[in-house]
Nanobody, 121 residues
Framework: QVQLVESGGGLVQPGGSLRLSCAAS????????MSWYRQAPGKERELVAR???????NYADSVKGRFSISRDNAKNTVYLQMDSLKPEDTAVYYC???????????????WGRGTQVSVSS
C-alpha cells in the first residue's frame, strides 16, 4: 500500500504564509514528479505547482512569485511554501505523486486526501 498524507493547512489572514507538507509512505521504489493541486468550491481541480525528479519546477500563473515547491527525496516528502496569500487561494490542496513500487513496475499516480487552506480576515 502507498499513502500520501498532507499537513500544514489552516486559516490565515490575507498576506500571510503557510507551508504544506506531503509525505509518501509504503512500498515505494522510486518517486517521479510530485505536484500540488487545489480545488475551490464549485471549481475544477487545478494544478498549482509541480516538481520533477530532477527538481525542475513549474507553477500556475496565479501563484508564480508567491508559492515555492520543493522536495526532500530522502524523506519522500514534497513541500509547498505559500506566501502573500490571497482570499482566492482558499481551496482544498491535494498532493499528487507519480511513483513506481518496483524496479520494473510502472509509474502510477497517487493522491492524498487533501488539506484545507482558508485565507480570510
Amino acid at each position: 500500500q502507498v499513502q500520501l498524507v498532507e499537513s500544514g493547512g489552516g486559516l490565515v489572514q490575507p498576506g500571510g504564509s503557510l507551508r504544506l507538507s506531503c509525505a509518501a509512505s509504503g512500498s515505494i521504489f522510486r518517486i517521479g514528479a510530485m505536484s500540488w493541486y487545489r480545488q475551490a468550491p464549485g471549481k475544477e481541480r487545478e494544478l498549482v505547482a509541480r516538481i520533477s525528479s530532477d527538481a525542475s519546477t513549474n507553477y500556475a500563473d496565479s501563484v508564480k512569485g508567491r508559492f515555492s515547491i520543493s522536495r526532500d527525496n530522502a524523506k519522500n516528502t514534497v513541500y509547498l511554501q505559500m506566501d502573500s496569500l490571497k482570499p482566492e487561494d482558499t481551496a482544498v490542496y491535494y498532493c499528487n505523486a507519480n511513483l513506481a513500487r518496483s524496479a520494473l513496475g510502472p509509474f502510477i499516480s497517487y493522491w492524498g486526501r487533501g488539506t484545507q487552506v482558508s485565507v480570510s480576515s
